[in-house]
């Protein structure tokens, strides 16, 4: 029942129990008023009927029936009134109504008179409600008598009825008119708790915007007034809490080490971000569920539970990528404990190789030394004179010194370059271009290389970071030339698209083997050549590049990592190359002959290039990679090749061939090159990715005999990681076999 019903009935009951006091109030005051009334007319009528009653009877005769006529005669004077009169005993001697002789002694009227006063009582006599008043009668002081008046009642109740009903009538009147203004009252009182009962609900529901007046100065208008700074302060807390709440999500999410926050019973109650990512699961995996219940590793679930707090243990995971994390629990108040992931696979790495970087430096450092030692000492002592021979070591310790400076000239260049700050410059890139291409020339000639330009008529004009820019090429061009063999070509491109340009370095050298290009970018990578004239230098080129991209990207906010996705499809649909026939994907001034890589970053591009996968031009009047495929896998109506019919993929993996690759269609050791040899997309760069590598008998037998891979020769070795098939190892016997039985069948 609402509070204004409850108010309003308990108005309505007071009101009615007041009327109903004040109405029997008054009925009694009026009863007693009329009665009173009576009994002083009656006594007034017995004072004016006393001397001729006494008179009477004092008189010397007195005459029973002569009595009696009289009082009657006396009582006819006044219809209902009826008199008696008594002696001093209280015995009727003669009335008007009464028998003589009747005792009236133990009546109270009569009590009263035997006390000398004047005495009455309503009660009924002759089945009437009637009045009876007595008094003495007194002759010289002395009570002879008494002398009762009796009369009827019933005229003082019907005037009190009279007088009820008309209280009555008021009285309703007034309850109604009551019962309308407590109404009104209650209803205009209450309104303003109402509206503060419906404020409240809101604010419970939370919406803390919803304002509302104290309109009076009274307890509900102190009470809204309170109400409302509470609400202010409750927003005030609310909104700070929720400041701090989203500065601790930020913070938490944020973090790049993986965090987990689980319970006292091992339910997952928050991840960040990196912890996902590190373990490739979605937080609905996570959130909710008990930390044995998800697809973390059992080894990471079981130090959740029952790690020892503070202390690190270092972890090894393989899904969804190989990595190293430092693990180490955090307990937190009342909530359970803090699961903290650092992944330290980076870090692991460049520890490995600035230990290799060390024994490489040692090494690189110790050879040029001793050989300079020698030459000094043999200059010094067995040459000192023979000019030839002084000549002739001269020479040796001058490309000794050189290979020395070379080796620092890396080092602080490398240096250098992180410690470059950030200076955008305007300038114009065709420019830039030709002074770089300049200054390698004597370089080029001097390895019989040739440099060419090939950039646009037009200068462009660009802003960027034009000595990083510099320095990204000069490393560039000098892997290039370093790695290109006599007589080869180094080309120095650039393409002009909306709004940026790409500048490449295309060079006709050996190439990078296979496992080394995902370790592209780290320090100190000192790659093994087949030709000692290709050595690496400081395996710091690279290095520069990935840190001066990194460097330009993260200087503005930005992040910047590898991505393992399918390459081949996003380098095509981002527009870089298009596909082929074969599914292969051909780039611009490459062919299919591309080692493809990707980056995440949350640069925003101010260009977008995504467009629908496409076929090359010159697909649509070729056909040479269908006709040249052994297992007609590439079919002629769709861009996908059954790839479940291409030889390579089942020469690069284990098990026995199936019959849809016959005999006849092997002609690799490992994967198949007939539909990329046999492009003319491909024919200007076919021969400059050529490997020639002869194995000796001594190897093809170990090959065949499948000797443990790490029992091989160290040539062997050598020369399956130049060819880029040293992982490839446990095929090659089966592959080999089958290659030659093709060569024997052929030959029978
Ligand atoms: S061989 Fe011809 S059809 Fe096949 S990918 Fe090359 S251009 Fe296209
Ligand atoms: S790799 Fe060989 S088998 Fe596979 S599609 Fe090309 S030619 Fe055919």
């Known amino acids: 029942m609402s509070l204004w019903v409850r108010l309003f009935l308990t108005f309505i009951a007071c009101l009615l129990l007041t009327l109903i006091f004040l109405g029997m109030f008054l009925g009694f005051t009026f009863n007693q008023y009329y009665k009173e009334e009576l009994i002083e007319r009656l006594t007034l009528e017995a004072r004016v009927l006393e001397p001729r009653v006494k008179q009477f009877y004092t008189s010397s005769s007195p005459d029973f029936n002569g009595y009696k006529n009289f009082v009657r005669e006396l009582a006819s004077m006044q219809v209902g009134l009826g008199i008696t009169v008594l ?13 003589r002789g009747a005792i009236w002694s133990h009546l109270p009227e009569i009590l009263a008179v035997q006390k000398r006063e004047i005495g009455y009582d309503f009660r009924p006599i002759l089945g009437e409600m009637s009045v009876s008043v007595s008094m003495p009668m007194s002759s010289e002081s002395i009570v002879i008598g008494m002398l009762s008046l009796k009369y009827p009642a019933a005229s003082v109740y019907s005037r009190v009825w009279q007088v009820a009903r008309f209280i009555i009538a008021t009285f309703f009147i007034a309850l109604l008119i009551g019962a309308f203004s407590i109404y009104n009252s209650v209803k205009i009182q209450t309104e303003p708790l109402n509206s503060l009962i419906e404020v409240a609900g809101e604010i419970s529901g939370g919406n803390l915007d919803t304002t509302f007046e ?24 609310l909104n700070e809490a929720s400041r701090e709440k989203g500065r601790f999500e930020a913070m938490f999410q944020n973090m790049v080490d993986g965090l987990m926050l689980t319970d006292s019973s091992s339910k997952v109650l928050l991840v960040n971000l990196s912890m996902l990512t590190i373990f490739g699961v979605s937080s609905d995996e996570m959130i909710g569920n008990n930390v044995t219940e998800t697809k973390l590793p059992s080894t990471l679930v079981d130090i959740a539970i029952h790690g020892e707090v503070g202390l690190e243990t270092e972890i090894h995971i393989g899904r969804p990528s190989q990595k190293v994390l430092r693990v180490r629990i955090a307990p937190i108040e009342q909530e359970g404990r803090l699961t903290i992931c650092e992944d330290v696979t980076r870090m ?32 010094q002592t067995t040459a000192k004179s023979d000019k030839k021979a002084q000549i002739k070591f001269l020479a040796g310790m001058s490309e000794d010194v050189e290979r020395l400076t070379n080796l620092v000239n890396s080092l602080l260049t490398y240096q250098r370059v992180r410690d470059i700050g950030e200076q955008m410059e305007r300038f114009g890139a065709v420019q830039m271009l030709f002074d770089v291409h300049d200054r390698f020339i004597p370089y080029a000639t001097k390895k019989k290389v040739m440099i060419e330009l090939d950039l646009t008529e037009d200068e462009i004009v660009i802003i960027a970071n034009k000595d990083r820019i510099i320095q990204v090429l000069y490393n560039l061009i000098d892997n290039a030339l370093r790695f290109t063999p006599e007589n080869g070509r180094v080309t120095i491109g650039m393409t002009v698209e909306p709004k940026r340009i790409k500048i490449y370095i295309q060079d006709t050298g050996i190439g990078i083997p296979k496992d080394y290009l995902n370790r592209l970018g780290e320090r100190f990578i000192k790659i093994p050549r087949k030709d000692e004239r290709f050595a690496t230098n400081v395996g710091l080129g690279i290095a520069i590049c990935k840190e001066i991209l990194s460097t330009i990207l993260s200087k503005q906010g930005y992040s910047f990592e590898r991505a393992i996705l399918p390459m081949k499809l996003v380098a095509v649909r981002s527009g870089l190359g298009k596909y082929g026939k074969n599914n292969l994907c051909y780039v611009d001034g490459m062919g299919s002959y591309t080692r493809l890589e990707a980056f995440y970053t949350d640069y925003e591009f101010p260009i977008d290039t995504w467009c629908e996968k496409g076929l090359m031009k010159s697909c649509n009047s070729c056909s040479l990679c269908q006709h040249a495929c052994p297992t007609q896998c590439i079919p002629q109506d769709r861009l996908l090749i059954h790839a479940d019919h291409c030889l390579t993929y089942f020469n690069e993996n284990e098990g026995d061939f199936p019959p849809s690759i016959p005999v006849q269609s092997h002609n690799a050791l490992i994967g198949c090159m007939l539909c990329q040899i046999i492009c003319p997309q491909n024919k200007k760069y076919f021969e400059i990715n050529q490997d020639t590598i002869t194995f000796t008998e001594e190897e093809i037998a170990c090959i065949l005999q499948k000797t443990p891979r790490e029992n091989i020769p160290q040539a062997l070795a050598k020369k399956l990681v130049d060819l880029d098939i040293y992982e490839d190892y446990p095929e090659l016997q089966r592959n080999l076999t089958v290659l030659m039985n093709k060569e024997h069948s052929e030959m029978i």
Do not use: C
């Not at 002696?87 to 028998?99: H, I, K, L, R």
């Not at 460049?350 to 000492?377: M, N």
């Open 87 to 99: 002696n001093t005993d209280g015995v009727v001697e003669f009335s008007s109504w009464e028998s």
């Open 348 to 379: 692991r790495g460049l520890e490995a190789s600035e230990r290799e970087f060390i024994q490489y430096i040692s090494h690189e450092l110790k050879t040029p030394l001793a050989s300079l030692g020698a030459s000094v000492e043999t200059v």
């Open 214 to 237: 104290a309109k009076t100065q009274d307890e509900v208008g102190q009470l809204a007034r309170a109400l409302q700074v509470m609400v202010t302060r409750l927003k005030t807390a």
